[in-house]
């Protein structure tokens, strides 16, 4: 579950009850993020990220849509090539463990992970 706030406020949040994921991969400077709605189908954006001290930038290069069992369907979003910036979206990292992760968004949003060992 991906929880977003607006503005870090709680009180002012709202919350998406559909299962989100991101991957982080660090070593390879990539980064995915999907919303998978079960045998109805997912829909996930990939691409570069650039993680610096406790901020990590992302472009998001492609998304994949698949509707029940039919394969993905990949649209590229036309992205140059090019590293992520200030200037793309971010996140900034309060609090990172084995379980949960806490960042707050360009946008002053603030987003909550915890750790899956799988998408259903």
Same mark, same amino acid.
């Given at each position: 579950m991906l929880?977003?706030?607006? #503005?870090g ?5 709202? !919350?998406?009850?559909v299962?989100a994921?991101q991957r982080? %991969? *660090? *070593?390879a400077?990539?980064i @995915? ?8 189908g997912?829909v996930?954006f &990939?691409?570069?990220?650039s993680?610096?001290?406790?901020m990590l930038?992302?472009?998001? &290069?492609n998304?994949r849509? #698949? ?5 993905p369907?990949?649209?590229?979003l036309?992205?140059? @090539?090019? %590293?992520?910036?200030?200037k %793309?979206p971010f996140?900034i990292?309060?609090?990172i %463990? &084995?379980e949960i992760?806490v960042?707050?968004?360009k946008?002053?949003?603030i *987003? !909550?992970?915890?750790?899956c060992?799988?998408v259903?």
């Amino acid at each position: 579950m991906l929880i977003f706030t607006a #503005k870090g406020r709680l009180d002012k949040g709202r !919350y998406f009850p559909v299962t989100a994921v991101q991957r982080f %991969d *660090a *070593a390879a400077k990539r980064i @995915e993020n999907g919303v998978y709605l079960g045998p109805v189908g997912c829909v996930t954006f &990939e691409g570069k990220l650039s993680w610096k001290n406790r901020m990590l930038a992302f472009i998001f &290069e492609n998304i994949r849509i #698949k509707v029940g069992p039919f394969g993905p369907l990949q649209i590229s979003l036309g992205q140059a @090539e090019r %590293d992520p910036t200030t200037k %793309d979206p971010f996140f900034i990292w309060f609090y990172i %463990d &084995e379980e949960i992760a806490v960042a707050q968004g360009k946008g002053g949003g603030i *987003a !909550y992970w915890c750790r899956c060992s799988r998408v259903t």
